[in-house]
């Protein structure tokens, strides 16, 4: 696996070397352009799999936001996809080997927490797993990380603070909560949503656990922003649909994409 993931990040190399990267989830690919941009699919990159999910794209760019060189994955890979926990942080550790020290993630979810709406941007600030799988099963690739890592400050607290001030400075109304993965990719049920806050949870989603035990195995700081696209099951008072999801995520994209532009630049410094 390591070599693989070292003949990936040479191949990425050639487009520049990125100190953040920047994974946009359902309905969010086309927020972030970068100045004089470089993009090559996933199917372009030795040993990156390809992602199936709609509205998502399966492309990387590398360029500048301001003096920072920047990576940016337009579409993610997904447990329910059929994809292997290996294969889905398989991006993301190729990242480390490039060189990122920033990962900045983005999802769509289901708001669970009074008080959310749709279209609300959420700060993650910590994470349940229940998606059944630890994507750091198995032998431990030790050049990239320890055993047992830590996840206490999975979700950078200094990063976060950043993340506020932005938000803060632009007008732009940003929360902060737990996110619960789950499998999917059918939605939950509402006896499930109701656990699930039960348990903690103020976002539900398929996605970015898995990249986030990856980055912080191989010691990237994380920043992760959510896009509650509907209420979760049982708060909405209609049946959920992926078209919903795409369509606010769509909506909500412009202001995600203002807020990224201008706090990317700040992260890595
Ligand atoms: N549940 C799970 N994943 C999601 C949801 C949801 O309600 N909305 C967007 N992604």
Same mark, same amino acid.
């Given at each position: 696996?390591? !070599?693989?993931?070292?003949?990936?990040?040479? +191949?990425?190399?050639?487009?520049?070397?990125? !100190?953040?990267?920047?994974?946009?989830? *359902?309905?969010?690919? %086309?927020?972030?352009?970068?100045?004089?941009?470089?993009?090559?699919? +996933? *199917?372009?990159?030795?040993? +990156?799999? /390809?992602?199936?999910?709609?509205?998502?794209?399966?492309?990387?760019?590398?360029?500048?936001?301001? %003096?920072?060189?920047?990576?940016?994955? /337009?579409?993610?890979?997904? =447990?329910?996809?059929?994809?292997?926990?290996?294969?889905?942080? +398989?991006?993301?550790?190729? =990242?480390?080997?490039?060189?990122?020290?920033?990962?900045?993630?983005?999802?769509?979810?289901?708001?669970?927490?009074?008080?959310?709406?749709?279209?609300?941007?959420?700060?993650?600030?910590?994470?349940? #797993?229940?998606?059944?799988? #630890?994507?750091?099963?198995?032998?431990?690739? !030790?050049?990239?990380?320890?055993?047992?890592?830590?996840?206490?400050?999975?979700?950078?607290?200094?990063?976060?603070?950043?993340?506020?001030?932005?938000?803060?400075?632009?007008?732009?109304?940003?929360?902060?909560?737990?996110?619960?993965?789950?499998?999917?990719?059918?939605?939950?049920?509402?006896? !499930?949503?109701?656990?699930?806050?039960?348990?903690?949870?103020?976002?539900?989603?398929?996605?970015?656990?898995?990249?986030?035990?990856?980055?912080?195995?191989?010691?990237?700081?994380?920043?992760?922003?959510?896009?509650?696209?509907?209420?979760?099951?049982?708060?909405?008072?209609?049946?959920? *649909?992926?078209?919903?999801?795409?369509?606010?995520? /769509?909506?909500?994209?412009?202001?995600?994409?203002?807020?990224?532009?201008?706090?990317?630049?700040?992260?890595?410094?």
């Amino acid at each position: 696996m390591m !070599e693989s993931l070292r003949v990936a990040a040479e +191949f990425l190399r050639k487009l520049g070397e990125p !100190e953040v990267a920047v994974v946009l989830g *359902s309905g969010l690919g %086309d927020v972030l352009p970068l100045e004089g941009e470089q993009v090559v699919s +996933f *199917s372009d990159v030795p040993g +990156f799999p /390809r992602p199936t999910a709609p509205g998502h794209k399966g492309e990387i760019a590398v360029g500048k936001l301001g %003096d920072v060189e920047v990576l940016v994955q /337009r579409g993610r890979l997904h =447990y329910y996809e059929g994809y292997s926990p290996e294969e889905i942080v +398989f991006p993301v550790r190729t =990242y480390a080997l490039l060189g990122v020290k920033v990962l900045v993630l983005t999802n769509a979810s289901g708001g669970i927490a009074e008080g959310l709406s749709p279209g609300d941007l959420v700060l993650i600030r910590d994470h349940i #797993n229940m998606l059944g799988f #630890n994507p750091l099963r198995g032998p431990n690739p !030790e050049e990239l990380g320890p055993r047992f890592p830590d996840m206490t400050r999975a979700y950078d607290p200094r990063l976060r603070e950043k993340a506020h001030a932005v938000a803060r400075e632009l007008g732009i109304d940003l929360r902060e909560g737990v996110y619960l993965a789950t499998m999917g990719p059918s939605y939950e049920t509402p006896a !499930e949503i109701k656990a699930f806050r039960a348990l903690g949870a103020d976002l539900v989603g398929m996605s970015t656990v898995p990249e986030v035990i990856a980055a912080r195995h191989a010691g990237m700081q994380v920043l992760a922003i959510s896009c509650v696209t509907n209420l979760a099951a049982g708060i909405a008072k209609h049946p959920l *649909s992926h078209e919903e999801v795409l369509e606010i995520g /769509r909506k909500k994209a412009a202001e995600l994409g203002r807020l990224l532009q201008a706090l990317i630049p700040k992260l890595s410094r």
